[in-house]
């Protein structure tokens, strides 16, 4: 097998760009239009391509518009709640503007994400990627080729679509520091999570304003299994909050702190991220960060299709904040004295 060839040894796009010498999104151009690269680079990437067996798929360019009205939605772990209403109000979107919309779970895997992008490519008309795991580079490198929108990702001269978590951490540390926490420990989740950095980064910013200690411990897996290690790991501190990664992790903690005889919050107040399904009537009732995620479905859709109908100009609107605020519920209380 040639070195760096998928498990089913077809040719990539990555194969071809590292033959040619040239860069993924140079190899995506030259093949989809090739006007957009000098003649000579867009030979020797055509005979690259030819040699090595690689193939695109011609569908859309059959299409008299260019168009096929099909939307692809890649979510980084579709069995987690927080991403049913991105996935709802995404398909709302799309079938009011007569289009069809494709989802697939990438696993938290960059690799999945890049493979089927550069697969997918020709046959949709663009890609909403929510809570992308691939590096800035990558993300950047297929939207020179592709239409892209992010969701829960911020990266440079790419459209994207953020709950405002800046504003809702802040919120999350004055709240505990109200009710007289002055130690706090942040359960982190997946290493490659952009938003989780963001939501320690604020945190330990804002704890810093009200004189809060904060540390930082992890990487969890960001599921309700997680919870037990980071349960044990955040009673290990002696912190008398944890705020965790998401809601599931949040989850999980409290029915560690069940089975060990913690009291939550009597002795440990516990805060997620997301709002998702359950959080309201697990047990105690967690207090968590809410926010607009239907609408961010619903929004990174309508960007992607104003990008499409103005032939990738990108769209009026490339960077939207939407609002969150804090669900205040029985698993935060008073600090407990120490």
């Not at 990558?138 to 679509?161: F, K, N, W, Y």
């Not at 919870?227 to 949040?250: E, K, M, Q, R």
Request: net charge neutral.
């Amino acid at each position: 097998m040639t070195e760096g060839k998928s498990g089913s040894g077809r040719p990539t796009i990555y194969h071809v760009a590292k033959e040619a010498g040239v860069s993924p999104s140079t190899v995506s151009r030259a093949m989809s239009n090739p006007g957009r690269v000098n003649a000579a680079t867009a030979a020797r990437v055509a005979e690259v391509a030819a040699r090595l067996g690689y193939r695109t798929n011609t569908l859309a360019r059959a299409l008299p518009s260019g168009r096929t009205d099909t939307l692809a939605l890649f979510v980084s772990d579709i069995t987690n709640p927080h991403f049913f209403g991105v996935i709802r109000g995404a398909e709302h979107q799309a079938r009011a503007a007569g289009c069809t919309l494709i989802v697939g779970d990438t696993e938290e895997s960059p690799e999945v994400e890049a493979r089927n992008i550069e697969r997918l490519g020709p046959s949709v008309d663009g890609f909403v990627i929510a809570a992308s795991r691939m590096s800035d580079e990558e993300i950047t490198g297929l939207s020179a080729g592709h239409r892209l929108i992010l969701i829960s990702r911020e990266v440079a001269d790419v459209p994207s679509v953020i709950v405002d978590h800046a504003e809702g951490t802040r919120q999350i540390v004055e709240h505990l520091a109200s009710l007289g926490h002055r130690s706090i420990v942040f359960l982190g989740g997946p290493p490659r999570s952009w938003l989780g950095a963001r939501r320690w980064d604020s945190l330990a910013a804002a704890a810093g304003q009200h004189g809060i200690s904060a540390r930082r411990i992890g990487p969890f897996p960001p599921t309700m299994a997680g919870g037990a290690a980071a349960a044990d790991a955040a009673l290990g501190t002696g912190a008398t909050a944890a705020v965790a990664h998401n809601d599931l992790l949040a989850i999980g903690v409290l029915r560690r702190c069940a089975e060990r005889g913690v009291s939550v919050p009597g002795d440990l107040s516990v805060v997620g991220y997301d709002d998702i399904f359950g959080a309201d009537f697990c047990s105690p009732p967690l207090t968590t960060l809410a926010g607009q995620f239907e609408e961010s479905g619903r929004t990174a859709v309508d960007m992607l299709l104003a990008m499409r109908d103005r032939h990738g100009v990108r769209p009026p609107r490339d960077r939207v904040i939407l609002p969150s605020h804090l669900a205040i519920r029985r698993s935060t209380g008073p600090a407990p004295e120490r």
